[in-house]
């Protein structure tokens, strides 16, 4: 089956320490995101990829890092200058950058 | 004025209605628009492109006016199942967000018996 796959989907991590979220696509999809969805409200974007080797920070890019060694991967790196981490992370997947985004099923980070 | 502006509801409507949901935008040179449905602690799924003719899946129309610069996405006859938070998303080719799709912060709908 294609998609997108997240793991952990939920994951706890002390004050302090860093932490990074997986993100896999096998749709061949050139360009992947990370957004930050906190409750009630709306996503925003962190970082963007267009393509291999090349990222783009987004709206909230400050505390957190990415890397895209691989077309069919994206992680996310939370590092503790994020002064908020616990929100609801997704990653999405599009053809090219503005064609419609595809999913996955999130990662609920919790930081004690 | 955000790029990206929705209703946030909530629309609290009986089964069988009509509701329509309207989303603007700020930048002309929008060339990208969707509409996304994301039920509570899920992710977003795709519910339909918009089309500049105007374009019906079923129970659900979504259309374009690129001149008053807003989409709409239309429900007919709606389903408990349709309770869902809907999300619009509009792609730049140019301007400030050149070559991002940006998100509304989505429209609250509950269909009651």
């Known amino acids: 089956d294609g998609g997108i796959t997240q793991s952990p989907k939920y994951l706890f991590r002390k004050e302090g320490q860093n932490v990074t979220l997986s993100c896999e696509q096998n749709l061949n999809h050139d360009a992947m995101y990370w957004y930050r969805q906190d409750p009630g409200q709306g996503l925003r974007l962190i970082y963007y990829?267009?393509?291999?080797?090349?990222?783009q920070k987004g709206d909230i890019a400050e505390g957190y890092s990415v890397s895209r060694e691989k077309k069919e991967s994206f992680p996310l790196t939370v590092t503790s200058a994020q002064k908020n981490p616990t929100a609801f992370y997704l990653c999405?997947?599009?053809?090219?950058?503005?064609?419609?985004?595809?999913f996955g099923p999130g990662t609920r980070l919790t930081v004690l | 004025r955000k790029e990206v502006e929705q209703d946030p509801g909530p629309f609290n409507v009986p089964e069988g209605a009509t509701v329509a949901f309207n989303c603007t935008y700020s930048n002309s040179a929008s060339q990208s628009f969707f509409w996304y449905r994301q039920d509570c602690r899920k992710e977003p799924k795709l519910l339909m492109s918009?089309?500049?003719s105007g374009n019906e899946d079923g129970r659900f129309t979504a259309q374009l006016n690129r001149a008053s610069q807003y989409i709409s996405l239309l429900i007919r006859d709606s389903k408990l199942s349709d309770s869902a938070t809907y999300l619009c998303?509009?792609?730049?080719?140019?301007?400030?967000?050149?070559?991002?799709?940006?998100f509304g912060d989505g429209t609250t709908l509950t269909v009651k018996p």
């Open positions: 990829s267009q393509i291999v080797n090349d990222f």
């Open positions: 999405a997947s599009s053809q090219r950058l503005y064609n419609e985004q595809f």
């Open positions: 918009v089309y500049s």
């Open positions: 998303v509009v792609g730049a080719a140019s301007g400030t967000n050149a070559g991002k799709s940006t």
